[in-house]
């Protein structure tokens, strides 16, 4: 049975040869042969933070205020055609201008930097239309997104080339498909040179918007795939034992699959989703998954980081080189303290698992009243799955509610009954209809690869979210339960999921995760979909409900205090304090070190206070 974020596609495909050629026709290219792979030595003896060739923002008001903004096209400061073609010999011609995936479903395509005519080609059109729901598919393009609502939406697949219209929207003009350390190298330069605005864009994954920007430099790091395994850590700390160091573009599924083949098969904590990056911004917002309620966060497991700094000088951040920075790239947002080269982490022993699937949908009963049992008497039960070592993922819309699946490793099927033996019999007692499987597995590896589905890419959604605490499910279930109604009453769907992160050592904390986290048992993303075609009206609607409804329903019956850096609304109050609590200071004290111009930026991250997005979601500015 699938879920319903699930739909199938036929077919996953890249641009023809002949439409990225046409992407890079702007270009006098002189296309290199430089593709060394990521290096894994020592970092330099000392790290340069020189500010001295940033260039200046732009002078602009809005209203009373005085701002000073990124550089855009058709301002007089946009770099010249001659500075754009020096940056593209300098990576090589890796340097293309950004035309949309679907711009081949259309007869033309219009960006800040022109209009291309004739773009219409009927079979890269079907192969985008076979992909665009796929999200390895969209992975591999230049700059597509797994959730669009920040890219506005402006060039979709169409059967008809001559309706509607294809538009660049809140998405980078030039990307840089990074094969080097020299490419990102440069493409920091550019940017931090001539006052353009940066997005570094690994996978695409992420849900809130902060790997796109409206007349942005994007740098693609997805090329980036080496990964290196020892049996015995030799860095600083006193850790010794196996780890593996994970190149920028590496996937949750990718480094699951390698670490399985080594002898014995390995395992490393990554997210639930296949197609997440891992040493991107999943690690920098934290990192959790399947192996959380064992291992913690993603995070927690961190050795070492090879990063690229807003400077553009490449260095370690570990326990004994840059240790404030090491401490913020683990857990202390996005896009805010440095460009992420390859993370060394934690590897253990891959063991036997047991999994289980349990749905309740519009198959077995229509009557709502029997249907909300469902869910009702799961979440009676969350503090008993994660105190047993569980990890649950789960899926909630009316008339749906899909557990696929429960996780518990290193169990065995008997002992994975005996916990939910009590759950299950008061479903049947209440005469809730289900349907439910169980299976045992000889590595948590084979469950993986045979319960986690892929999500659909593409859609069109805005996020809220919250966590609830230990006590939150012991005080006060019936309170939760009203609140997820809330989120169905108002046309929302979630994402729960069920997981303990705080059965890790003290030591392993030494981070910048919110420290409320240890006492979590559920975390739920609330989404709420959005018309490919809303009007502003309607979006500043939908943000309204998120904000004044739907979130305010979670923390009122909640005492945790915290949420997701990267699933949540970036738009609500006291983003500091629910992402970070006490951490916030000293995440503040490393921004302002490692970047206190603003060379990255990612909304409702570190430092970022005086930073808006100004005339309709295009110009970012910073209040001056």
């Known amino acids: 049975m699938q879920t319903f974020t699930m739909k199938a596609v036929a077919a996953a495909a890249l641009f023809s040869a002949s439409v990225l050629a046409q992407n890079e026709t702007e270009f006098e290219s002189n296309l ?78 219009t960006g800040p930097l022109g209009t291309v005519n004739s773009t219409h080609n009927a079979a890269a059109c079907a192969a985008v239309q ?13 700059a597509e997104y797994i959730w669009s609502y920040a890219t506005n939406s402006s060039c979709l697949p169409t059967t008809d080339p001559s309706s509607g219209s294809c538009n660049l929207g809140y998405v980078g003009v030039y990307v840089i498909m990074a094969k080097t350390e020299a490419h990102i ?31 942005a430099l994007i740098i693609n790091t997805h090329s980036f795939q080496n990964i290196d395994f020892v049996n015995s850590y030799k860095g600083p700390g006193s850790y010794k034992g196996s780890a593996v160091t994970i190149a920028a573009g590496v996937q949750g599924r990718t480094i699951l699959t390698a670490a399985h083949n080594r002898n014995p098969p390995l395992a490393v904590v990554t997210g639930e989703c296949p197609t997440v990056g891992v040493a991107g911004g999943f690690i920098q917002g934290g990192g959790h998954g399947p192996w959380s309620t064992l291992k913690g966060f993603s995070v927690d497991n961190v050795l070492s980081f090879r990063v690229m700094t807003a400077s553009g000088e490449t260095t370690n951040a570990n326990e004994h080189e840059n240790p404030d920075l090491f401490w913020a790239l683990k857990g202390g947002g996005p896009a805010s303290f440095a460009v992420i080269l390859s993370v060394t982490m934690k590897t253990f022993p891959d063991l036997p698992a047991v999994g289980a699937t349990l749905y309740t949908n519009f198959t077995h009963t229509v009557d709502y009243p029997t249907w909300f049992k469902s869910p009702s008497i799961f979440h009676k039960y969350a503090n008993h799955f994660v105190d047993n070592g569980m990890y649950v993922y789960y899926e909630m819309v009316p008339l749906l509610f899909n557990v696929r699946p429960w996780v518990a490793i290193n169990q065995t099927e008997a002992q994975f009954n005996a916990t939910l033996a009590p759950y299950l019999a008061e479903l049947d007692l209440e005469g809730v209809p289900y349907e439910y499987m169980v299976k045992s597995y000889p590595t948590f590896f084979d469950l993986y690869m045979d319960l986690f589905e892929a999500e659909a890419a593409h859609t069109n959604a805005l996020t809220g979210g919250w966590a609830f605490s230990h006590n939150d499910f012991e005080t006060n279930t019936a309170g939760i339960m009203s609140a997820l109604q809330t989120q169905l009453d108002n046309n929302g769907f979630m994402i729960g999921h069920l997981f303990n ?41 939908l943000n309204s409900v998120i904000k004044n409804v739907a979130d305010p329903a979670f923390r009122a019956v909640s005492d945790s205090g915290v949420t997701y850096v990267n699933e949540a ?29 603003g060379i990255f930026y990612a909304v409702s991250t570190p430092g970022t206070e005086a930073w808006e997005i100004k005339e309709y979601g295009t110009r970012l500015c910073k209040k001056l």
């Open 32 to 109: 290199g042969t430089n593709d060394t792979a990521l290096r894994a030595g020592p970092g330099p003896g000392g790290v340069k933070l020189n500010w001295n060739d940033v260039k200046p923002l732009v002078p602009a008001s809005y209203g009373s205020q005085s701002y000073g903004c990124k550089c855009y096209p058709n301002d007089s400061c946009w770099p010249t055609l001659s500075k754009w073609n020096t940056l593209n010999n300098t990576v090589n011609g890796n340097l293309i201008r950004h035309i949309p995936a679907a711009a081949v479903c259309h007869n033309s395509f």
């Open 130 to 142: 076979a992909g665009w729901a796929d999200e390895d598919w969209t992975v591999a393009q230049p």
């Open 185 to 215: 190298k440069a493409g920091i330069d550019f940017a931090r040179k001539n006052n353009i605005r940066l997005i570094v864009r690994n996978t695409g994954h992420d849900f809130i918007g902060r790997s796109t920007g409206y007349g």
């Open 501 to 541: 992160p705080g059965n890790v050592p003290a030591s392993a904390t030494d981070n910048a995760m919110h420290p409320n986290w240890r006492t979590v048992t559920d975390f739920i993303i609330s989404a709420f979909l959005v018309p490919d075609d809303a009007s502003l009206a309607l979006k500043d609607q």
């Open 569 to 597: 609304d970036p738009l609500q109050d006291n983003w500091q304090s629910h992402f970070w609590g006490p951490k916030y200071p000293q995440l503040l004290t490393a921004r302002n070190k490692w970047d206190p111009k």
